[in-house]
């Protein structure tokens, strides 16, 4: 955090611009790094918000058990605040019983309520004061840039109206200048503890997508595809739920969960007498890089008893952004075990051609507008082509996903693609439903 107290040599001319008694920049200064974030902001898509804090009933201790005892305090509770931001956040104090905090780069808006949440979470614990306890209540308004407002002054003016509301209804807690924003970051804490809450209840459940065999038409695997059946509300896809998860480490367990499901449910596929299929399941970057990812896939396997050549991992392309010589080396062990891995939304992302030389891959997943457009452009279609054919040359496959339409078949068959998935064939379905498709062996 840039608070960076004044040095004894500093000009007199700058010690105006911080606080004597906390040693964190003022309002001129705060206003300053905030004009300089929102200039900056504007030519990027990013988010700036700033946070309005302002302490309750500071003047009644002050009043009552003296300044000191108020300034002490005062320190104590900007130890907190700095706690609950980053290095590169500003936090500053314009006034007596005010703080104002400027996050200069988030992602959401809702970012800003994760800062709010813990700075009230971080008042919970009283302060110990000459061995007495003192709780101290906040209120927290928040505005953001673009959307509240498009110059500094107002964005701190907003932020400004949001606290003052909060402090009128005596509630102690934060809200956005926005009433929607407000509402936005409620439903996201909500399913954010309902996300928790529903691993470990067992609510979500996997659906499964037929590959097939563009040679023989066959059903040859199958893709699992998470799903949440959130009480009250019915099935949630994944668009809805993964980002969170993404954001608050659950994909890690999500994972393990799915992988663990699939291979079991592929087993048991296989005991029934069904004929064995490949069953591929999504791993998430950060579930890749973050945990032993071969260690964990040879225990499920050993666990549930599924040979490797009916495991599929898919990856996506930003696997490959990081950590490059630690994933050559797994996906290179994975490989050596029996594991297939695929390259998911090949078309979509950073798309090097490189990755496929480089990455121990066996199949390539390439998207529906990419197989669109090379209908429509020749160029496009050239490319689809060579991402084909070396595929090929380097021993891959190429499956051609969420094919909706019979035109795009013919198409699809002409560029020499090996598999087809897509809701044309069928779409994710519960796993009680494939076994009608796979026993009935249809060929499509
Ligand atoms: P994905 O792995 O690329 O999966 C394909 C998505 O396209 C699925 O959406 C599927 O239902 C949809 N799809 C398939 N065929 C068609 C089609 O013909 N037309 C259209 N419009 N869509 C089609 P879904 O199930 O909503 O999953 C979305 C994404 O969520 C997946 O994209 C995958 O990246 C992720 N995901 C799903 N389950 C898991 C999971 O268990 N773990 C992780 N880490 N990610 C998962
Ligand atoms: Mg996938
Ligand atoms: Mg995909």
Redesign the pocket.
């Known amino acids: 955090m840039k608070t960076l107290k004044p040095k004894l040599e500093l000009n007199i001319a700058k010690t105006h611009s911080y606080d004597i008694l906390t040693g964190l920049p003022d309002r001129n200064l705060f206003f300053d790094r905030l004009a300089q974030s929102v200039a900056i902001t504007s030519r990027t898509k990013k988010i700036i918000a700033v946070l309005f804090v302002s302490v309750d009933r500071l003047k009644v201790i002050n009043d009552t058990l003296g300044e000191a005892f108020g300034n002490r305090l005062l320190i104590g509770l900007v130890k907190r605040l700095q706690g609950c931001i980053r290095q590169s956040d500003t936090l500053a104090r314009p006034g007596r019983d005010e703080f104002v905090i400027l996050l200069p780069e988030i992602r959401y808006p809702e970012d800003a309520a994760i800062v709010a949440r813990s700075i009230l979470s971080s008042m919970e614990k009283p302060f110990v004061l000459n061995r007495q306890q003192y709780s101290v209540k906040l209120n927290i308004g928040i505005s953001v840039f673009p959307d509240d407002a498009a110059d500094p002054k107002a964005l701190l003016s907003n932020a400004y109206t949001a606290m003052q509301r909060m402090k009128e209804l005596r509630k102690n807690t934060y809200q956005f200048y926005s009433p929607a924003m407000t509402e936005k970051a409620f439903e996201r804490m909500v399913m954010e503890t309902g996300l928790e809450r529903a691993l470990q209840r067992g609510e979500f459940l996997l659906?499964y997508?037929p590959q097939i065999d563009l040679r023989s038409g066959l059903i040859t695997g199958v893709?699992?595809?998470?799903r949440w059946q959130r009480p009250g509300v019915g099935l949630v896809?994944?668009?809805e739920f993964?980002p969170l998860m993404e954001e608050t480490g659950l994909?890690i367990p999500?994972?393990e969960w799915?992988l663990r499901s699939a291979c079991m449910q592929n087993m048991a596929w296989q005991k029934a007498g069904l004929r064995p299929i490949r069953v591929a399941?999504?791993?998430?970057a950060n579930?890749f890089h973050e945990h032993d990812i071969t260690h964990t896939v040879s225990r499920v396997l050993e666990d549930t008893g599924l040979a490797p050549q009916f495991l599929e991992l898919?990856l996506?392309e930003s696997i490959f952004l990081r950590k490059i010589e630690r994933t050559i080396r797994a996906l290179k062990v994975l490989r050596k075990m029996g594991v297939n891995i695929s390259i998911?939304?090949f078309g979509t992302g950073y798309s090097s051609l490189a990755y496929l030389k480089y990455f121990p891959m066996s199949k390539v997943k390439i998207v529906?507008p990419f197989i669109s457009s090379v209908a429509f452009s020749n160029a496009e279609g050239v490319v689809a082509r060579a991402i084909i054919a070396m595929a090929h040359t380097l021993n891959m496959k190429v499956i051609a996903?969420?094919?909706?339409r019979k035109e795009q078949l013919a198409m699809i068959r002409s560029l020499d693609c090996d598999e087809l998935?897509?809701?044309?064939i069928s779409?994710?379905l519960p796993a009680g439903k494939v076994v009608h498709l796979l026993a009935k062996e249809k060929r499509y």
């Open positions: 659906y997508q893709e699992a595809l998470a896809y994944p668009g993964l994909t999500l994972g799915a399941v999504n791993i998430s579930h898919e996506t998911d939304d529906e996903e969420g094919v909706e998935q897509g809701n044309l779409r994710p």
